[in-house]
C-alpha cells in the first residue's frame, strides 16, 4: 500500500496557517468506502487508513517511509504566498475600486 506524504494546505475557514508547515504521512486507500445498508454510515476494512503520522519536514517523513519500508509518493505544495493588508487599506483614497460603505 503506497503512503502520500504532504504538507496540508491551511483550512478554509481559518485565516491561521496552523499545521500547514508539518509534513503528514497517510496511506492511500485501498478499497472504496462502503454505505451500510441499515445505519447509512459509511465504513471500510481498510485499518491503515486510520493512521495519520506527523512529521516536523519532509526529509523526516521519507526516512521514516525509507526505514520502514513504507512505498511512498511526495507531493510538493507551492509556496504560498500571503498579502498583508491591514484594515484601514479599506479607506485608503488612492484605493482602485468601487467604495461600498
Request: contains cysteine.
Amino acid at each position: 500500500m503506497t503512503a502520500r506524504i504532504y504538507c496540508p494546505a491551511k483550512t478554509a475557514t481559518q485565516s491561521g496557517i496552523a499545521k500547514s508547515d508539518r509534513w503528514l504521512l497517510e496511506y492511500e486507500p485501498e478499497a472504496a468506502r462502503e454505505i451500510d445498508p441499515l445505519m447509512g454510515w459509511t465504513s471500510s476494512g481498510d485499518m491503515k487508513s486510520q493512521i495519520k503520522l506527523w512529521f516536523e519536514t519532509k526529509e523526516e517523513a521519507v526516512a521514516y517511509a525509507q526505514r520502514e519500508g513504507i512505498p511512498y509518493r511526495v507531493f510538493e505544495n507551492p509556496p504560498h504566498a500571503r498579502k498583508l493588508v491591514s484594515y484601514s487599506d479599506n479607506f485608503k483614497t488612492s484605493r482602485i475600486g468601487m467604495w461600498t460603505h
